[in-house]
Protein backbone atom coordinates (compact mmCIF):
# COMPACT_ATOMS: atom_id res chain seq x y z
CA UNK A 1 0.00 0.00 0.00
CA UNK A 2 1.22 3.33 -0.89
CA UNK A 3 -0.23 6.75 1.16
CA UNK A 4 0.66 10.15 0.38
CA UNK A 5 -0.43 12.76 3.28
CA UNK A 6 -0.73 16.11 2.29
CA UNK A 7 -0.56 18.71 5.52
CA UNK A 8 -0.23 22.64 6.23
CA UNK A 9 -3.45 24.05 4.78
CA UNK A 10 -5.59 26.18 6.85
CA UNK A 11 -6.93 29.69 6.93
CA UNK A 12 -4.62 32.81 6.29
CA UNK A 13 -5.52 36.31 5.17
CA UNK A 14 -4.44 37.70 1.74
CA UNK A 15 -0.85 38.70 1.65
CA UNK A 16 -0.16 35.64 4.30
CA UNK A 17 2.16 32.42 2.75
CA UNK A 18 1.40 28.62 3.44
CA UNK A 19 3.59 25.56 3.18
CA UNK A 20 2.13 22.59 1.89
CA UNK A 21 3.45 19.24 2.70
CA UNK A 22 2.97 15.91 1.18
CA UNK A 23 4.64 12.53 2.15
CA UNK A 24 5.03 9.52 0.37
CA UNK A 25 4.79 6.59 2.88
CA UNK A 26 3.92 2.87 1.90
CA UNK A 27 5.98 0.08 -0.12
CA UNK A 28 7.45 2.27 -2.76
CA UNK A 29 10.75 1.34 -5.04
CA UNK A 30 11.46 4.91 -6.62
CA UNK A 31 9.06 8.07 -7.03
CA UNK A 32 9.99 10.07 -10.65
CA UNK A 33 7.56 12.89 -10.39
CA UNK A 34 5.74 14.92 -7.74
CA UNK A 35 3.13 17.69 -8.21
CA UNK A 36 0.59 20.00 -6.83
CA UNK A 37 -2.83 20.38 -8.13
CA UNK A 38 -5.85 22.21 -6.84
CA UNK A 39 -9.80 22.60 -7.32
CA UNK A 40 -11.28 25.30 -6.54
CA UNK A 41 -14.91 25.36 -5.53
CA UNK A 42 -17.04 24.84 -8.99
CA UNK A 43 -14.25 24.05 -11.10
CA UNK A 44 -11.82 21.39 -12.28
CA UNK A 45 -8.49 20.29 -10.66
CA UNK A 46 -6.08 22.08 -12.22
CA UNK A 47 -2.03 21.79 -12.26
CA UNK A 48 0.31 24.27 -10.26
CA UNK A 49 3.55 22.56 -10.99
CA UNK A 50 6.01 19.26 -10.46
CA UNK A 51 9.33 18.15 -9.72
CA UNK A 52 11.29 15.47 -10.72
CA UNK A 53 13.49 13.29 -8.53
CA UNK A 54 16.59 15.09 -10.36
CA UNK A 55 14.65 18.27 -9.14
CA UNK A 56 14.26 20.41 -12.31
CA UNK A 57 10.52 21.86 -11.85
CA UNK A 58 7.70 22.95 -13.78
CA UNK A 59 4.93 25.81 -13.24
CA UNK A 60 1.83 27.21 -14.89
CA UNK A 61 2.65 30.12 -15.62
CA UNK A 62 0.26 32.14 -13.19
CA UNK A 63 1.90 30.85 -10.50
CA UNK A 64 5.16 31.27 -11.46
CA UNK A 65 6.98 33.58 -8.99
CA UNK A 66 4.32 33.33 -5.82
CA UNK A 67 4.52 29.59 -5.54
CA UNK A 68 7.74 27.26 -5.19
CA UNK A 69 7.90 23.58 -5.39
CA UNK A 70 10.68 21.41 -3.57
CA UNK A 71 11.51 17.84 -2.36
CA UNK A 72 13.29 16.07 -0.41
CA UNK A 73 14.22 12.83 -1.88
CA UNK A 74 15.37 11.18 1.19
CA UNK A 75 11.96 11.90 3.13
CA UNK A 76 9.75 11.16 -0.19
CA UNK A 77 8.09 14.78 -0.02
CA UNK A 78 7.16 17.68 -1.59
CA UNK A 79 6.60 20.43 -0.23
CA UNK A 80 4.87 23.98 -1.69
CA UNK A 81 5.53 27.17 -0.11
CA UNK A 82 2.85 29.58 -1.55
CA UNK A 83 3.55 33.30 -1.01
CA UNK A 84 1.26 36.51 -1.31
CA UNK A 85 -1.64 34.30 -0.76
CA UNK A 86 -4.85 35.70 -2.77
CA UNK A 87 -8.38 34.67 -2.26
CA UNK A 88 -9.10 33.27 -5.59
CA UNK A 89 -6.10 30.43 -4.31
CA UNK A 90 -8.97 29.14 -2.09
CA UNK A 91 -9.18 25.42 -2.61
CA UNK A 92 -8.59 22.10 -2.16
CA UNK A 93 -4.89 21.23 -2.63
CA UNK A 94 -3.72 17.53 -3.55
CA UNK A 95 -0.30 15.99 -4.59
CA UNK A 96 0.28 13.48 -7.02
CA UNK A 97 3.25 10.92 -6.97
CA UNK A 98 4.24 8.73 -10.02
CA UNK A 99 5.85 5.94 -8.32
CA UNK A 100 6.87 2.44 -8.73
CA UNK A 101 6.45 -0.25 -5.64
CA UNK A 102 9.39 -2.60 -6.86
CA UNK A 103 12.40 -2.23 -9.51
CA UNK A 104 10.22 -4.04 -11.90
CA UNK A 105 6.64 -2.72 -11.80
CA UNK A 106 5.22 -0.42 -13.63
CA UNK A 107 5.00 3.14 -12.48
CA UNK A 108 1.34 4.66 -11.36
CA UNK A 109 0.03 7.78 -9.89
CA UNK A 110 -1.11 8.32 -6.82
CA UNK A 111 -2.75 10.93 -5.05
CA UNK A 112 -3.14 12.16 -1.41
CA UNK A 113 -6.64 12.97 -0.02
CA UNK A 114 -6.06 17.05 -0.63
CA UNK A 115 -5.97 19.81 2.27
CA UNK A 116 -7.85 23.13 2.28
CA UNK A 117 -6.74 26.21 1.60
CA UNK A 118 -8.74 29.10 2.20
CA UNK A 119 -7.43 32.62 1.84
CA UNK A 120 -9.61 35.62 3.53
CA UNK A 121 -9.56 39.17 1.77
Known amino acids: QVQLVESGGGLVQAGESLRLSCAAS????????MGWYRQAPGKQREFIAS???????NYVDSMKGRFTISRDNAKNTVYLQMNSLKPEDTGVYYC???????????????WGQGTQVTVSS
Open 96 to 110: KAGLRQTRWAQEYDY
Open 26 to 33: GRIFSINA
Open 51 to 57: ITSGLGT
